[in-house]
């Protein structure tokens, strides 16, 4: 099979031919349609090791590819409930089976989580790297038998490609308790997890959404969605809370979801814990890393939750497949921007510079002969 491999840190991938792997156990072989290229795989593959040297990282040659999609190619022996030929989406989540949080089912706190394709996050990664080396930007991996959220035909390869993010959503609002009687705002509700939060929320029929970010273009594209249950609001106009305040009757919203990345400071994440009703929720899910100047008696006297959500579980993706189904998911508005494997590296600086923001989604499509450009291949191939 054909295979984008990393050779070397800060170096392109290149495509190599190696052996398909053949399942054992409970694993599956899942021929791979497509896969996500999130934003920040550049940065794993180019600066994580200087950045963050205790998160471990697949070992050299490494196949990167978090969000893979695509076909059950053959079931180890100890596998059951899949067919060949069944469509699925591969959750990347891996963890060691056997702590306190495994032991009692809960997987998301293992303290070894690792994303397949991706990176770890606890000492034994290395272990679980070596047991499962394989992620999405191959023609074939493995994967375990419980990772495989079964999709219908609703969901196409592409759309699929996304459930990473939108898992990480899903989740998010999952923790918050967002339903019919909340109101939710998306700080970031432009990028990848904002776009992703707003179409969830709307999924689980919460009836007002208030996405804020600072591209109006995006905003209104956003509130194009549904004119109806979404306000949009400009983050550069200033004073969010009092703004906010304004638009719930004086009390402020249910829950926060911070989407907001790295480089965006702790103001705007301020601005949105500031702007929570009493006993609101700020659910934590991007990647602002600066300190946060918080009074905690301010949380405690309106008792107010901040809390920190990672990933999602696989029987949450299975939700999202089957809201799709229903039609209470709608993901016709992302916009796919198809790569074959050996335009990899150009996928992954797309990824970066995405001029429709999280409306974007950069997928690679393996089994693309080569030299099939992106827009050569017809619209109802792509979903």
């Known amino acids: 099979m054909r295979a984008a491999r990393l050779h070397k840190v800060a170096t392109p991938f290149q495509v190599d031919e190696i052996d398909i792997p053949e399942p054992t ?4 072989l899942v021929r791979v349609r497509a896969c996500g290229v999130v934003p920040n795989l550049r940065n794993v593959v180019y600066h994580y090791p200087e950045w963050f040297p205790d998160l471990p990282l697949p070992a050299l040659p490494a196949i990167y590819g978090l969000d893979p999609v695509g076909e059950v190619a053959a079931v180890g022996p100890n596998a059951s409930g899949l067919q060949i030929g069944q469509r699925v989406y591969v959750n990347p989540l891996r963890y060691c089976g056997t702590c306190d949080h495994c032991l009692s089912g809960t997987g998301l706190l293992c303290a070894n989580q690792t994303m397949a394709g991706y990176f770890g996050m606890g000492p034994k990664s290395h272990d679980i790297y070596a047991r499962y080396p394989w992620g999405g930007f191959a023609e074939y991996m493995i994967a375990p038998a419980d990772s495989m959220v079964v999709l219908s ?3 196409s390869f ?5 459930f990473g993010y939108l898992g990480t959503s899903y989740s998010a609002l999952c923790n918050a308790k967002a339903g019919v009687r909340t109101t939710v705002l998306v700080n970031g509700g432009t990028g990848t997890l904002g776009v992703g939060t707003v179409m969830l929320a709307l999924a689980m029929g919460v009836p007002k959404i208030i996405a804020v970010a600072r591209n109006s273009e995006l905003l209104e594209r956003v509130r194009a969605l549904a004119p109806g249950r979404i306000e949009i609001m400009n983050a550069r106009e200033g ?16 829950i926060v979801v911070d989407c907001l990345s790295a480089h965006s400071g702790s103001d705007p994440t301020m601005d949105g814990l500031m702007s929570l009703r009493r006993g609101g929720r700020l659910v934590f899910i991007g990647g602002m890393d600066h300190v946060l100047p918080m009074t905690p008696i301010y949380l405690m006297v309106q008792q107010i939750s901040f809390i920190g959500s990672c990933w999602f579980t696989t029987s949450q993706a299975q939700d999202m497949a089957s809201m799709v189904d229903s039609g209470v998911l709608d993901l016709s508005a992302l916009e796919h921007k198809i790569y074959e494997l050996e335009q990899l590296n150009e996928a992954l600086v797309a990824a970066e510079n995405r001029t429709h923001g999280g409306f974007e989604n950069i997928v690679v499509r393996p089994e ?7 827009a050569e291949i017809p619209t109802d191939e792509v979903g």
């Open 25 to 28: 156990g409970s694993d599956v």
């Open 153 to 155: 035909d609703k969901v």
């Open 158 to 162: 592409e759309a699929g490609a996304r």
């Open 239 to 254: 004073n969010l809370p009092e703004r906010v305040r304004a638009a719930t009757d004086g009390q402020g919203v249910d």
């Open 368 to 374: 693309i002969s080569v030299g099939c450009r992106a």
